[in-house]
């Protein structure tokens, strides 16, 4: 018999870092399962070409960093960000571009600042906005949804993944798209002439949003985060969206319910607003930086030049986060309010 | 002049940039004058790194020399009681690389503190005066004894007593300067694969 | 209904309490030898008052306190005193402290003792002077003199005396067992407190899950002006400052005391201590400790001696000793492993814990930090753990300062949360202990700064004295010296000869070292730099004559010490010294042949 030494506490909680990491690819099922149903297998193909690339990066990466790959690839955070980055690449991209994508992501983004807890940005994000500035023609092409056009099937999804040249599918603009290139249409002619559009947003859109938001409801449940960032980041882009409404004229910017169920909003919300590492810590500072990726997002979706505009505002607040949490520190048991910031 | 200008575009950015420099140096000079701050002297934060134990291993004849030595650009790597994090802290007080340890000035020991036996002792006041900081006490022909919580351990005394009664002693590990240690942050690395193996052993074990 | 305020954080861990909050309170015997540490509170070591076989009596003094903050120290049990030596003492690092050792002899026999039925026939001070004389220091766990906290500080009023029945760690019912079996004692000795300082209102504060305690508490409590009051169940609802923020809704100032907001705060087994010391007159030679955990049979709560080894304890509870144990004081949050079972259970030994491996395992290697914030919403001193773990890991001291890292309690929610499996708590002990031996060290370097600097002051203030005592002597004898030739004109010699031995002194003590200790620093770097360039060879020469020289010397002192009747003691310590460099003479000599030889 050997009497250990180990620090207190002896007891430990129910969380655990590889398990919060599963819960979150658990929770992107239902999204992903409904971007198949509206957009083919695209979005599949990409995820698991992307997770192959991912493990291939995660486990060199760590090599060269002289660490137990056996130990850190269990932690599931590469899994993760090529699963984020999969969904938000458009279905049926090429193989290189999800390659390239998920490379950055991984090399550049997380291993190059030490790995996963001490990158500043979000990998996923980073990798897309990386593709988006290098390859704006292949990321701004996004398949038609079911009824929209034709649904390629399973083996052509592969094909055009891995032999993009000889893949012949049709693209067609996203809603969001078509929204900021609108400068005469009413919205409700622009509704009635393209077939994008469903009941409350773009086909396939919004009840992938739907699906998100379920996943990140769920997630919410299971207290793998907090409510306050994902909720200050809708609550301020439906604010905005409210504002400048305008009644659907032409140049309005879209209703509120347009823009929480188009593009990447609820992806957003609950899987890459909620990314610990690159947000906020504090409650307050999760307040403000969700609230203004939100703001963020409704600019540069209405103003910008970007077909959509998380993966930005992300990545902008992402620099700001430790400004915030300088800011936002709690004041200390016993300690005056004045005294907690200087 | 505005048509010279507007002829010579070079002549224009010349002077722009000129008068743009000419407002700029003006401003940072106002605010140095102004917001000037008084620091320590350079020789009093290095003097308030150094250990103060007047041990004079670095060559000098005690720390606040070596601290104006130092200041006249002598090799900070000299002082073996600061040890590393001396070191450290003088580099990053005076912006230099920091160095490994002089090991012509000797090691980094453990703190010591100077013990005479009190018995062997035949009051010759040597060591009284070579001890740097006044720690020990006695007079001709009576018997002296360190002031321990006065004492530097900086050995000086050492060498010029004639009976050799007086001992380095180092302190031990006990209760009273015992603390937990950092986790030891390898542990991310290596060590990490071979507690893997012990732990994936042990459940085959519980599992068997 | 009292309004109750919350604090910040806190954790929900599994209670585990039902496994030994069942069955009633058992005595567990005398054992056959007992050990006393001479501190088992904070402050300094008791002084032992017994001899080594000595008799003692049950309730006897052994070792008397040193100092305001600290507690005398009691015999147990009848017995011989069998040492006063270092022993291995609970205490995570393992080390051993100075012990007293007992062997009982079975007779458990009292010394005599008397009590104070009505304990308002006694001053505040002299009440005090009982507790502290009984030995009682703070039961929860972190074992403070209760003497000194109920000690008032002259002009500090004090508006509300808690007393603390919360046990909100896992596993431990020591607390609960106590106030559902003797809540009669808990509720006499919170009045006895409250006797002593009268506060505006004496407060109980017990956690909702032990419903038994709340109604006993209450049925003894019932017509007096003690509340009980159900809080919560919440971890770290115990900790003090935790308990008072819960019950008044004040914070005690960072690096304070309750005293300073008008609290005071004692544990229930320390009233019950109180009541036990004051009415009966018995001093705290014993304790409830639980055993718990799944590796014995009979988890329970135990009365124990203080000073029973902990292996007598967990055998009385059918410990089970398994692979890879581990015994834990305390609870599972802030206790701490114990090195050996030869400790003694102490006055702070609240619970004893023996996990198996499958019930508490031991922690996987640390994940990276993935800043999720789960510690900063936990922590209930709102601190920003993850950000602490940062400065710590990069050893910024000043940082951790700023960060408030003092205010941490150590309570163990950060860790418990860390998805990563951190050992926050460790990181913030170290760089604590680091912080304080930092201070410290920089307090004692600007203290013997000012010594070195006072030194040097003092030797050139010396070396001017000297100067004008040589100018004036000069003065003086050329004065006389012109008296001389104006008189005589032919007796100039001895006088001439005095000026030239005068001359010749100066001349000498200009050109000797003015500064003895710069003279040691050149002699001292001398010896190291040719220590460092010669050969061993012409070391061990150099140390051979060195020790021959140093051998010579001390014999011709000792020839004229012989001759000039010196005192025995000054011959002794020569001879002694000489015997000694004669040895060394003879090992240099043989270190000289064997490099000789090489």
Redesign the interface.
């Known amino acids: 018999m050997g009497l250990l030494r180990i620090t207190s506490p002896h007891a430990h909680g129910p969380q655990h870092t590889p398990r919060v990491m599963q819960k979150v690819l658990l929770a992107t099922l239902p999204g992903i399962v409904v971007l198949t149903h509206f957009f083919g297998f695209g979005t599949v193909v990409n995820i698991l070409w992307g997770s192959v690339v991912a493990l291939l990066c995660e486990t060199l990466a760590l090599r060269l960093r002289g660490r137990s790959p056996g130990f850190y690839l269990r932690d599931c955070s590469a899994l993760v960000t090529a699963f984020l980055l999969g969904i938000a690449l458009p279905p049926y991209a090429p193989w290189w571009l999800v390659a390239v994508g998920i490379a950055s992501a991984i090399l550049l983004a997380k291993h190059l600042y030490g790995g996963l807890g001490y990158n500043p940005f979000n990998p996923a994000m980073a990798g897309y906005v990386i593709l988006l500035i290098s390859f704006p023609v292949q990321m701004t092409a996004w398949a038609p949804p079911r009824g929209a056009g034709d649904i390629p099937g399973l083996l052509q999804a592969l094909q055009a993944c891995f032999t993009p040249d000889a893949f012949d599918g049709s693209t067609m603009a996203t809603p969001l798209d078509l929204l900021k290139q609108n400068d005469s249409l009413l919205l409700q002619e622009l509704w009635a002439q393209s077939p994008q559009f469903g009941r409350w947003a773009g086909i396939g859109w919004e009840w992938a949003n739907l699906a998100f938001l379920a996943g990140g409801l769920w997630l919410l449940q299971q207290r793998v985060f907090s409510w306050h960032a994902p909720l200050a980041m809708l609550a301020s882009l439906s604010l905005l969206a409210g504002i400048f409404y305008d009644g659907g004229g032409s140049a309005s910017g879209g209703s509120p319910l347009f823009h929480l169920l188009s593009g990447a909003t609820m992806l957003g919300a609950f899987f890459i607003v909620t990314d610990p590492v690159t947000s906020a810590v504090s409650v307050r500072g999760r307040l403000i930086y969700g609230a203004m990726i939100g703001a963020l997002v409704y600019i540069i979706r209405v103003r910008g030049n970007y077909p959509d505009a998380v993966a930005f505002a992300v990545l902008i607040m992402n620099f700001a986060a430790p400004f915030i949490d300088h800011y936002t520190q709690p004041r200390t048991y016993g300690h005056q309010r004045s005294e907690g910031r200087e | 002049m505005f048509e010279l200008l507007a002829q010579h575009p070079l002549l224009a950015a010349v002077l722009t940039l000129l008068l743009l420099g000419a407002v700029f140096g003006a401003i940072l000079g106002f605010a140095a004058v102004r917001f000037e701050t008084e620091g320590d002297p350079i020789v009093e934060q290095i ?2 790194i ?5 041990c ?2 670095c ?1 000098y ?4 020399p070596y601290a104006e030595a130092i200041a006249n650009g002598e090799a900070i790597n000299k002082c073996p009681p600061g040890g590393e994090a001396g070191i450290q802290a003088l580099a990053d007080l005076l912006d230099v690389e920091a160095l490994p340890l002089d090991a ?1 000035h ?1 090691e980094e020991q453990r703190k010591a503190v100077a013990f005479i036996r009190e ?5 010759c006041t040597k060591c009284i ?7 020990i006490l006695g007079a001709a ?1 009576q018997m002296h004894t360190v002031i321990a919580s ?1 004492c ?1 351990g900086c050995d ?2 050492v ?2 007593c ?4 007086i001992d380095m002693l180092y302190e031990q ?3 009273h ?7 030891d ?1 390898t ?7 071979a ?2 193996r012990q ?1 994936a052993a ?1 459940s085959s074990d ?1 599992a068997a | 209904m009292r309004k109750i305020s919350g604090f910040h954080g806190g954790i929900h861990p599994a209670q585990n309490k039902a496994q030994s909050s069942q069955t009633p309170i058992v005595f567990t015997g005398i054992p056959p030898q007992l050990v006393f540490p001479l501190s088992q509170h904070i402050g300094s070591a008791a002084r032992p008052v017994v001899s080594v076989g000595q008799r003692v009596l049950k309730g006897q003094v052994i070792a008397e306190p040193v100092g305001f903050v600290s507690v005398p120290v009691h015999a147990s049990t009848s017995g011989t005193v069998r040492a006063i030596e270092e022993r291995v003492i609970a205490h995570p690092s393992g080390h051993a402290a100075p012990c007293i050792v007992l062997t009982s002899d079975g007779a458990d026999e009292w010394v005599e003792h008397s009590g104070v039925a009505d304990y308002r026939s006694l001053s505040p001070g002299a009440l005090l002077e009982r507790i502290r004389g009984a030995g009682i220091a703070g039961m929860g766990g972190a074992g403070f003199p209760a003497a000194v906290k109920l000690a008032l500080q002259p002009g500090k009023k004090i508006d509300t005396l808690i007393i603390n029945g919360t046990e909100c760690e896992p596993y431990i019912t020591a607390d609960d067992r106590l106030m559902r079996e003797r809540a009669a004692q808990v509720i006499q000795g919170a009045q006895i407190l409250a006797y002593l300082v009268a506060p505006g209102e004496t407060l109980v504060g017990v956690e909702d899950d032990k419903p038994e305690s709340l109604a006993a508490l209450r049925a003894a409590a019932a017509g007096s002006a003690i509340e009980i009051v159900e809080i919560p169940t919440k971890y770290p609802s115990g900790g003090e400052k935790q308990l008072v923020e819960i019950l008044t809704g004040r914070q005690v100032p960072s690096g304070g005391l309750p005293a300073d907001i008008g609290v005071i705060c004692q544990n229930v087994g320390t009233a019950a201590a109180v009541y036990q010391a004051i009415i009966h007159g018995r001093p705290l030679i014993s304790r409830i400790t639980t055993v718990t955990g799944a590796a014995v049979r009979a988890p329970g709560n135990f009365d124990v001696l203080l000073g029973t080894p902990m292996h007598f304890l967990l055998e009385r509870a059918g410990w089970d000793p398994g692979d890879r144990q581990r015994v834990i004081m305390g609870g599972p949050m802030m206790g701490f492993t114990v090195a050996s079972l030869e400790a003694p259970v102490v006055k702070t030994t609240n619970c004893l814990l023996a996990p198996t491996a499958t019930e508490l395992p031991t922690p996987p290697p640390a994940q990276a930090c993935i800043r999720c914030g789960m510690c900063a919403q936990v922590c209930p001193a709102s601190l920003l753990p993850q950000q602490l773990f940062w400065f710590a890991q990069g050893r910024e001291f000043d940082k951790l300062e700023q960060h408030n890292l003092f205010d941490c309690i150590e309570c163990g929610a950060c860790s418990w949360v860390c998805p990563s499996n951190i050992p926050l708590v460790q990181y913030y002990r170290a760089s604590k202990a680091e912080i304080v031996h930092l201070r410290r060290d920089s307090d004692k370097a600007e203290h013997s700064r000012l010594r070195f600097e006072a030194r040097q002051e003092r030797l050139a203030r010396e070396e001017q004295e000297k100067e004008a005592k040589r100018a004036a002597r000069r003065e003086a004898a050329q004065q006389r010296a012109k008296q001389a030739h104006e008189g005589s004109g032919t007796e100039e010699d001895p006088i001439q000869a005095a000026i030239e031995r005068a001359r010749a002194k100066q001349a000498e003590a200009q050109q000797g070292a003015p500064d003895a200790a710069q003279a040691a620093i050149e002699r001292a770097r001398q010896a190291r730099d040719d220590r460092a360039s010669e050969a061993p060879r012409d070391q061990a020469r150099l140390q051979l004559e060195k020790a021959q020289q140093r051998l010579r010397v001390a014999q011709a002192k000792l020839a004229e010490c012989r001759q000039s009747d010196a005192a025995d003691q000054v011959i002794e310590a020569l001879e002694a010294s000489i015997a000694r460099l004669t040895e060394k003479v003879t090992a240099a000599q043989r270190q000289l042949d064997a490099a000789q030889e090489a």
Do not use: F, M, Y
């Not at chain 2, 004849?61 to 606040?64: A, F, H, Q, V």
């Open positions: 003097n308030a150094l250990p103060q134990t007047q004079g291993q060559g004849p005690g720390c606040r012509e000797g018995d062997e002792c035949i009051g005066q070579a001890c740097p900081v006044d720690a022909k006065e530097t000086l005394c060498e010029p004639p009976v050799d009664c590990d006990s209760l300067n015992w603390h937990w240690p950092l986790p942050p542990s991310h690395r290596v060590e990490i694969i507690t893997d732990s042990r519980e």
